[in-house]
């Protein structure tokens, strides 16, 4: 168990040195989800009506703002799976799985590196929406925020291990990435409230761990509670859909590095 | 513990290719062993399975005393794993990677430092250390990562084509430092090559392997003299009396065999250096005269032709097309 934490631990430190040494990188991911706050966040803000509708006062762009956070922890987390193809392509792979560490600490290290890192950037969108006029009733928030955020992002790196570690090549593993991404983050009270899609569509959204982070934190950072779910349910809902995905990918990756690449 | 690494029947097939096939052999402790045999010939399998990458599909290998399928955790801890291709993380510096490698290889906090500059010192990077590796040539890399197979002092060190796409200096350069880390750390070495020069640099034995199957495994002394000749060519001028001349060569009791092309005679013997004074003796009895003469030690070139049937090659045509194929096919799955 001591072993599995220090394997764990020296895994995440080396994903998180290679991210600290790619500077562009950070800047890159941080230009769609700014894209999507400045742009469809003011396009979108005569639809202020609609968000009144279920009863939210803000700016449009407040009640968005959150829902571009979780879109930027969503990708981040969902592409940080993908250097696992580097990796095996160009023997760091087999260099871990020669070395005494068990597969599965190589997996979770990759995963809690890869939500620390989409954590960071949404901590920077964050940053970006304060600075366009976003306001913050209550500062103090911001820490369980981004613990919220930290604990879904591990949620979504497995999703993203998972695919990498199945996916033989970079194609399969960006047709994959892009099949889920997009539907989750849009099938979700992100951009519009719940009450806004037809029923059938708000049932599956309702199955959908992005829709309980979403209302979770814009009922952090707004104060407003929509839906009618309570915050403890979707602390249990995103809880739960993080220890399915963590064990998951686990096991999946365990299984599958040790099929021949 | 008798060997170092012993396999017994060891075999693996991807579908209808039998990549490994059969092969036993044993190394000693403290031995240098090397796999000689061209792409595709199954040495890169053979390493994979020794190093608990790929299960075999039939029969056994120890590694240090432990079976790589039923105790592949003790057989991780007791080797080291040079890969072929430079596995360093470029955007890390030299000392990073060592620190990297070290903690993937349990070594105890206290010692890590003191483990670090000693390999940097070995292979002579400690001035380099904290550049990223991104600025390294490609020899410095291949140091880099074999500092990394030592570190935890391993008891076997797998060396994966250690000087493939290195030129002539830096390969000699890597040859040296084996053979330091051999002398200073006292470790079994399994190496793969396709390089004549590199087995017979480095190996205390070689065994031939070709289309999966070991064709003869000796030191590589042994394998030049079983080929038993040294070859001498002579070159004479135009003489009636050459008849004469080769029967009494074929009397010399050192010739084994001798072929004749107009003036040009290739003569097999053991024992070269001798026999040439004779040459120069019935050839001045005779008076015919010789206007070049050359002793030729056999190289293992000449051994790996005699064992395989064809010379060393980059790509097999028939084989490697089913191979590629049987990994294609593996790619797409």
């Given at each position: 168990m001591?072993s599995?934490?220090?394997?764990?631990?020296?895994i995440?430190?080396r994903?998180?040195?290679?991210?600290?040494?790619?500077?562009s990188?950070?800047l890159?991911?941080l230009?769609?989800?700014?894209?999507?706050i400045i742009?469809?966040?003011n396009t979108?803000?005569?639809?202020?009506p609609?968000?009144?509708s279920?009863?939210?006062?803000g700016?449009?762009?407040?009640?968005?703002?959150?829902?571009?956070?979780?879109?930027?922890a969503?990708f981040?987390?969902?592409?940080?799976?993908?250097?696992?193809?580097?990796?095996?392509?160009?023997g760091?792979?087999?260099?871990?799985?020669?070395?005494?560490?068990?597969?599965?600490?190589?997996?979770?290290?990759?995963?809690?590196?890869?939500s620390?890192i989409a954590?960071?950037?949404?901590?920077?969108?964050?940053?970006?929406?304060?600075?366009?006029?976003?306001t913050?009733?209550?500062?103090?928030?911001?820490?369980?925020?981004?613990?919220?955020?930290?604990?879904?992002?591990?949620?979504f790196s497995g999703?993203?291990?998972?695919?990498?570690?199945?996916?033989?090549?970079?194609?399969?593993?960006?047709?994959?990435?892009?099949?889920?991404?997009?539907?989750?983050?849009?099938?979700?009270?992100?951009?519009?409230?719940?009450?806004?899609l037809?029923?059938?569509?708000a049932s599956v959204a309702?199955?959908?761990?992005?829709?309980?982070?979403?209302?979770?934190?814009?009922?952090m950072m707004?104060?407003?509670?929509?839906g009618g779910?309570?915050?403890v349910l979707?602390i249990?809902?995103?809880?739960?859909f993080?220890?399915?995905?963590?064990?998951?990918?686990?096991?999946?990756?365990?299984r599958e590095?040790?099929?021949?690449? | 513990?008798?060997?170092?690494i012993?396999?017994?029947?060891?075999?693996?097939?991807?579908?209808?290719?039998n990549?490994?096939?059969d092969?036993s052999?044993?190394?000693?402790?403290?031995?240098?062993?090397?796999?000689?045999?061209?792409?595709?010939?199954g040495?890169?399998?053979?390493?994979?399975?020794l190093?608990t990458?790929?299960?075999?599909?039939?029969g056994q290998?120890?590694?240090?005393?432990?079976?790589?399928?039923?105790q592949?955790k003790q057989?991780?801890e007791?080797?080291?794993?040079?890969q072929?291709?430079?596995?360093v993380d470029e955007?890390?510096?030299?000392r990073e990677?060592?620190?990297?490698?070290?903690?993937?290889?349990?070594?105890?906090?206290n010692l890590?430092?003191?483990?670090?500059?000693?390999?940097?010192?070995?292979?002579?990077?400690?001035?380099?250390?904290n550049?990223?590796?991104?600025?390294?040539?490609g020899g410095?890399?291949?140091?880099l990562?074999?500092?990394g197979?030592?570190l935890?002092?391993p008891k076997?060190?797998?060396l994966?084509e250690?000087?493939?796409?290195?030129d002539?200096?830096?390969?000699?350069?890597?040859?040296?430092y084996?053979?330091?880390?051999?002398?200073?750390?006292?470790?079994?070495?399994?190496l793969?090559?396709?390089?004549?020069?590199?087995?017979?640099?480095?190996c205390?034995?070689?065994?031939?392997?070709?289309?999966g199957?070991?064709?003869?495994?000796d030191?590589?002394?042994?394998?030049?003299?079983?080929?038993?000749?040294?070859?001498?060519?002579?070159?004479?001028?135009?003489?009636n009396?050459?008849?004469?001349?080769?029967?009494?060569?074929?009397?010399?009791?050192l010739?084994?065999?001798?072929?004749?092309?107009?003036?040009?005679?290739?003569?097999?013997?053991?024992?070269?250096?001798?026999v040439?004074?004779?040459?120069f003796?019935?050839?001045?009895?005779?008076?015919?005269?010789?206007?070049?003469?050359?002793?030729?030690?056999?190289?293992?070139?000449?051994?790996?032709?005699?064992y395989?049937?064809?010379?060393?090659?980059?790509?097999?045509?028939?084989?490697?097309?089913?191979?590629?194929?049987?990994?294609?096919?593996?790619?797409?799955?």
């Amino acid at each position: 168990m001591n072993s599995l934490f220090y394997d764990t631990y020296t895994i995440f430190w080396r994903e998180l040195k290679r991210y600290k040494k790619s500077r562009s990188g950070v800047l890159i991911r941080l230009i769609q989800p700014a894209i999507w706050i400045i742009v469809i966040g003011n396009t979108f803000s005569g639809t202020q009506p609609l968000i009144q509708s279920v009863g939210f006062e803000g700016q449009y762009i407040e009640f968005m703002a959150p829902g571009v956070i979780i879109l930027t922890a969503i990708f981040t987390s969902i592409f940080g799976g993908v250097n696992t193809l580097w990796d095996r392509r160009y023997g760091f792979m087999n260099k871990a799985l020669t070395s005494p560490i068990s597969r599965s600490s190589i997996a979770l290290g990759k995963m809690s590196a890869i939500s620390l890192i989409a954590a960071l950037q949404a901590s920077l969108i964050l940053g970006i929406a304060l600075a366009i006029g976003v306001t913050f009733p209550n500062p103090i928030m911001i820490a369980p925020i981004m613990a919220i955020v930290i604990l879904f992002s591990l949620g979504f790196s497995g999703i993203s291990v998972m695919i990498a570690a199945t996916a033989k090549s970079q194609e399969t593993f960006w047709g994959m990435i892009n099949f889920l991404g997009m539907p989750l983050f849009m099938l979700s009270p992100a951009l519009f409230p719940l009450e806004l899609l037809p029923d059938w569509l708000a049932s599956v959204a309702k199955l959908n761990p992005v829709t309980y982070t979403v209302l979770l934190v814009r009922e952090m950072m707004t104060g407003v509670s929509e839906g009618g779910v309570p915050a403890v349910l979707s602390i249990a809902v995103i809880s739960v859909f993080v220890l399915i995905m963590v064990g998951l990918a686990s096991y999946v990756f365990t299984r599958e590095v040790n099929k021949p690449f | 513990m008798l060997y170092s690494i012993e396999t017994k029947s060891l075999s693996k097939s991807f579908g209808d290719l039998n990549a490994v096939d059969d092969i036993s052999f044993s190394v000693d402790n403290k031995e240098i062993f090397g796999f000689l045999g061209p792409n595709g010939a199954g040495k890169s399998t053979t390493i994979m399975i020794l190093t608990t990458l790929l299960k075999p599909t039939f029969g056994q290998a120890l590694v240090s005393g432990f079976d790589v399928v039923t105790q592949p955790k003790q057989v991780r801890e007791s080797i080291g794993y040079v890969q072929q291709e430079s596995t360093v993380d470029e955007y890390l510096t030299g000392r990073e990677n060592l620190l990297l490698q070290a903690r993937l290889n349990h070594i105890p906090k206290n010692l890590i430092k003191q483990r670090i500059d000693e390999v940097l010192e070995l292979i002579e990077l400690s001035d380099k250390q904290n550049d990223a590796v991104v600025t390294y040539s490609g020899g410095m890399r291949k140091r880099l990562d074999i500092a990394g197979g030592l570190l935890h002092r391993p008891k076997v060190l797998f060396l994966d084509e250690p000087t493939v796409g290195l030129d002539i200096q830096t390969r000699r350069k890597i040859w040296e430092y084996i053979k330091k880390i051999h002398k200073e750390f006292d470790m079994t070495i399994f190496l793969t090559t396709h390089y004549m020069e590199e087995a017979d640099q480095l190996c205390d034995r070689i065994g031939i392997i070709d289309c999966g199957k070991i064709q003869v495994i000796d030191t590589p002394q042994n394998m030049k003299s079983a080929m038993g000749n040294e070859v001498i060519s002579l070159v004479i001028e135009n003489q009636n009396n050459e008849k004469i001349f080769l029967s009494q060569l074929k009397e010399i009791e050192l010739i084994k065999n001798i072929n004749e092309d107009q003036n040009k005679i290739t003569l097999f013997a053991s024992k070269g250096t001798e026999v040439i004074p004779k040459i120069f003796q019935i050839a001045s009895n005779l008076n015919i005269k010789i206007k070049s003469i050359s002793l030729k030690q056999p190289t293992l070139d000449d051994v790996f032709i005699s064992y395989t049937g064809h010379e060393i090659r980059d790509d097999d045509g028939k084989f490697n097309r089913k191979r590629e194929h049987a990994k294609m096919k593996r790619l797409r799955a």
